[in-house]
């Protein structure tokens, strides 16, 4: 499953709202038997890569995804979080 654009709104941060809803998108996958979430964030959004390695995600690689972010050396980071089976 591929979690894309989460956001929380500035006013509501720091409330633990992002953590929630990451925790259920987890619940979710988990429960309809995806082995896996993944999402990809930029270099800049240091607070959303702290929080997805905070729920179990792990960086599995980077990427330019386009010319004028590898001439500028802007980066993507890819996450993953295997599920197993919730026992």
């Given at each position: ?28 996958a988990r429960a309809r ?55």
């Amino acid at each position: 499953l591929e979690l894309k654009r989460m956001s929380v709104s500035r006013e509501q941060r720091g409330r633990g709202l992002a953590r929630a809803l990451c925790r259920e998108v987890l619940g979710f996958a988990r429960a309809r038997g995806y082995g896996a979430v993944v999402l990809g964030t930029s270099m800049v959004q240091v607070a959303a890569q702290r929080l997805y390695e905070g729920q179990g995600f792990r960086k599995v690689g980077t990427s330019y995804p386009t010319l004028l972010c590898t001439l500028v050396n802007f980066q993507v980071f890819h996450y993953r979080c295997d599920l197993g089976d919730g026992n």
